[in-house]
């Protein structure tokens, strides 16, 4: 087990728990999509993950060590496990992109040909590698812009497990695909992803499970197909459905649990030529 | 009849590189008019210019016919126009909740007899009832943005942004802030919405869709989102039931009219059948 969760409360005050009792098992390279109403505890789950908050009781076990332990290797641990940010311009305070980028690995042993490299074969993989636009500061970025960067910092590290805290909202359509494709991408080379949010859409089309929470625990930790195709479960919690279920819900079409478009238009065009034949 | 007017409005951060170029435009009162692009199309940056949060390059801003410019301009529009930004994070000032609604109050220069109605009033309005003492730092991210609305809220302007208002909501919150937006319109308020996500523009009166810095067409909801080419143009998410018109029509399967929901959709296919 790459990361483990054991019995862990967290709590910001005495009366209210935002991680109740939580218990979690992630396997290495695994893409593991996180959803839940607002103040269920999602972003609290990835900060605890990442080492921000001791928790009260439990453990958070990385390769079968407690993170929270005083001999625990912090350093190691901070480059092997990266959390992307809500608001990216939290993070950033460089003057421009290509040191932004490059102060995450300017620490570590690497010569200066190969930090070189790193951050150009950084700034390629998402797509801010003309010059015009390394040069600009992180805080002139469009908003899409400054959510491509705040990746590229947590990705020159190359890190074994990536913690995104809503990486698409406030993206557009083309931003929100380029960031799809960057974890596509990058889940083939076998980093671990958690990745918190609340787009059914999203969730179902690039996770290969999902956390649905509420109130600090785990509701449901399962494949896409099980959480999304039950409609009662998704109102309830509020997670909405992707928009393929909903139509195909609507339009009784069966998706044989695929629920790509692709697959959606293919059956609805088979079932309405098939009605015309009849 | 128009509450804010555009003319000939320009803007560059740096030279040669314009944000805007020359738009014009025109929102109507007691209306939802939403400006529609993708990030880095300037949408935001045309709200800071009506809310004189930038100065103007070129052109011409009036807000109920008062030029921007002039003298009392300014202090004429932050007593007419409220908005909840993007991030939340960048609106509060107090780390408690109702102090930082109070704050707005104060000035505003509302008595304070009437603060702590005013408060629950607008905490009510974004179902954050009893979360008057609450730290804003524990609040969740889709928690501070219905927080930052009740700042607004409480001050009762006529004239309403919300900048992306809703894009760390969950589903059941972003149906709340809609439902919310257009109880605020059949108050009477002007409310102008800027967004990416076709979702939250979709009960819009009108859309102002903006593409490579100019406008590329303005409209109802329907017009607008039903304009499969220029919504490709814009690089906006076309609307899932416009997709499914357009694939249907590709193999050979028309229906009568595109429809814009899912619950459209549905109907069209009932009548082809």
Same mark, same amino acid.
């Given at each position: 087990?790459?990361?483990?969760?054991?019995?862990?409360?967290?709590?910001?005050?005495?009366?209210?728990?935002?991680?109740?009792?939580?218990?979690?098992?992630?396997?290495?390279?695994?893409?593991?999509?996180?959803?839940?109403?607002?103040?269920?505890?999602?972003?609290?789950?990835?900060?605890?993950?990442?080492?921000?908050?001791?928790?009260?009781?439990?453990?958070?076990?990385?390769?079968?060590?407690?993170?929270?332990?005083?001999?625990?290797?912090?350093?190691?641990?901070?480059?092997?496990?990266?959390?992307?940010?809500?608001?990216?311009?939290?993070?950033?305070?460089?003057?421009?992109?290509?040191?932004?980028?490059?102060?995450?690995?300017?620490?570590?042993?690497?010569?200066?040909?190969?930090?070189?490299?790193?951050?150009?074969?950084?700034?390629?993989?998402?797509?801010?590698?003309?010059?015009?636009?390394?040069?600009?500061?992180?805080?002139?970025?469009?908003?899409?812009?400054?959510?491509?960067?705040?990746?590229?910092?947590?990705?020159?590290?190359?890190?074994?497990?990536?913690?995104?805290?809503?990486?698409?909202?406030?993206?557009?359509?083309?931003?929100?695909?380029?960031?799809?494709?960057?974890?596509?991408?990058?889940?083939?080379?076998?980093?671990?992803?958690?990745?918190?949010?609340?787009?059914?859409?999203?969730?179902?089309?690039?996770?290969?499970?999902?956390?649905?929470?509420?109130?600090?625990?785990?509701?449901?930790?399962?494949?896409?197909?099980?959480?999304?195709?039950?409609?009662?479960?998704?109102?309830?919690?509020?997670?909405?459905?992707?928009?393929?279920?909903?139509?195909?819900?609507?339009?009784?079409?069966?998706?044989?649990?695929?629920?790509?478009?692709?697959?959606?238009?293919?059956?609805?065009?088979?079932?309405?030529?098939?009605?015309?034949?009849? | 009849?128009?509450?804010?007017?555009?003319?000939?409005?320009?803007?560059? *951060?740096?030279?040669?590189?314009?944000?805007?170029?020359?738009?014009?435009?025109?929102?109507?009162?007691?209306?939802?008019?939403?400006?529609?692009?993708?990030?880095?199309?300037?949408?935001?940056?045309?709200?800071?210019?009506?809310?004189?949060?930038?100065?103007?390059?070129?052109?011409?801003?009036?807000?109920?016919?008062?030029?921007?410019?002039?003298?009392?301009?300014?202090? *004429?529009?932050?007593?007419?126009?409220?908005?909840?930004?993007?991030?939340?994070?960048?609106?509060?000032?107090?780390?408690?909740?109702?102090?930082?609604?109070?704050?707005?109050?104060?000035?505003?220069?509302?008595?304070?007899?009437?603060?702590?109605?005013?408060?629950?009033?607008?905490?009510?309005?974004?179902?954050?009832?009893?979360?008057?003492?609450?730290?804003?730092?524990?609040?969740?991210?889709?928690?501070?943005?219905?927080?930052?609305?009740?700042?607004?809220?409480?001050?009762?302007?006529?004239?309403?942004?919300?900048?992306?208002?809703?894009?760390?909501?969950?589903?059941?919150?972003?149906?709340?802030?809609?439902?919310?937006?257009?109880?605020?319109?059949?108050?009477?308020?002007?409310?102008?919405?800027?967004?990416?996500?076709?979702?939250?523009?979709?009960?819009?009166?009108?859309?102002?869709?903006?593409?490579?810095?100019?406008?590329?067409?303005?409209?109802?909801?329907?017009?607008?989102?039903?304009? *499969?080419?220029?919504?490709?143009?814009?690089?906006?998410?076309?609307?899932?039931?416009?997709?499914? *018109?357009?694939?249907?029509?590709?193999?050979?399967?028309?229906?009568?009219?595109?429809?814009?929901?899912?619950?459209?959709?549905?109907?069209?296919?009932?009548?082809?059948?």
């Amino acid at each position: 087990m790459e990361l483990e969760l054991r019995n862990v409360t967290v709590s910001y005050s005495s009366a209210e728990k935002i991680l109740d009792n939580f218990n979690l098992e992630v396997n290495k390279g695994l893409f593991f999509g996180i959803t839940g109403k607002s103040g269920s505890g999602k972003t609290t789950l990835l900060e605890t993950i990442c080492g921000f908050h001791k928790p009260e009781m439990g453990q958070v076990l990385f390769n079968n060590q407690n993170i929270y332990e005083g001999k625990f290797d912090t350093v190691s641990f901070r480059k092997k496990v990266q959390m992307v940010f809500q608001f990216p311009e939290n993070q950033f305070f460089e003057t421009d992109i290509r040191k932004e980028i490059e102060f995450g690995i300017k620490n570590t042993t690497l010569s200066s040909e190969d930090l070189n490299r790193r951050v150009t074969e950084t700034l390629q993989t998402v797509g801010l590698n003309d010059n015009e636009t390394e040069e600009l500061s992180p805080f002139a970025l469009s908003g899409g812009q400054k959510r491509r960067l705040a990746l590229a910092c947590a990705l020159v590290l190359q890190p074994e497990i990536l913690l995104l805290d809503e990486p698409f909202s406030g993206l557009d359509n083309s931003g929100q695909n380029q960031i799809i494709k960057i974890l596509q991408n990058i889940k083939t080379k076998g980093t671990t992803i958690l990745m918190v949010s609340h787009d059914p859409n999203v969730l179902c089309e690039i996770a290969d499970r999902i956390i649905v929470m509420n109130d600090g625990r785990i509701i449901k930790n399962e494949i896409p197909p099980i959480v999304y195709s039950d409609k009662q479960f998704c109102s309830q919690l509020g997670i909405g459905q992707p928009d393929t279920i909903t139509a195909a819900n609507l339009l009784d079409v069966n998706l044989n649990n695929d629920f790509t478009y692709e697959n959606f238009i293919t059956k609805l065009a088979e079932k309405l030529l098939l009605k015309n034949n009849d | 009849m128009t509450v804010i007017r555009a003319s000939d409005v320009s803007f560059q *951060y740096r030279e040669n590189k314009k944000i805007i170029e020359n738009i014009n435009f025109s929102i109507e009162p007691g209306k939802i008019t939403a400006i529609l692009g993708k990030n880095g199309s300037g949408k935001t940056t045309i709200i800071r210019l009506i809310l004189a949060l930038l100065p103007l390059n070129e052109g011409k801003i009036y807000i109920n016919n008062v030029d921007l410019q002039s003298k009392d301009g300014i202090k *004429y529009i932050r007593k007419q126009c409220g908005i909840v930004f993007q991030n939340p994070d960048n609106q509060f000032v107090s780390p408690i909740l109702e102090d930082d609604i109070k704050f707005g109050l104060s000035n505003h220069c509302i008595p304070e007899s009437l603060h702590s109605d005013c408060v629950k009033s607008a905490l009510e309005k974004v179902n954050l009832s009893g979360f008057e003492k609450r730290k804003i730092s524990t609040l969740s991210g889709g928690q501070k943005q219905r927080a930052a609305a009740a700042g607004i809220l409480a001050l009762d302007n006529n004239i309403l942004f919300f900048d992306e208002a809703g894009s760390m909501l969950d589903p059941n919150g972003k149906i709340e802030l809609r439902k919310l937006i257009e109880k605020l319109r059949n108050q009477n308020k002007t409310i102008v919405l800027v967004s990416q996500n076709i979702d939250d523009v979709i009960t819009a009166d009108r859309i102002i869709l903006i593409s490579g810095h100019k406008i590329i067409c303005s409209g109802s909801a329907r017009e607008v989102l039903t304009d *499969y080419e220029k919504l490709i143009d814009a690089g906006i998410q076309i609307p899932f039931a416009v997709r499914v *018109y357009k694939d249907l029509l590709q193999k050979g399967i028309k229906l009568k009219k595109c429809p814009l929901t899912i619950d459209e959709l549905a109907e069209e296919l009932w009548n082809l059948n």
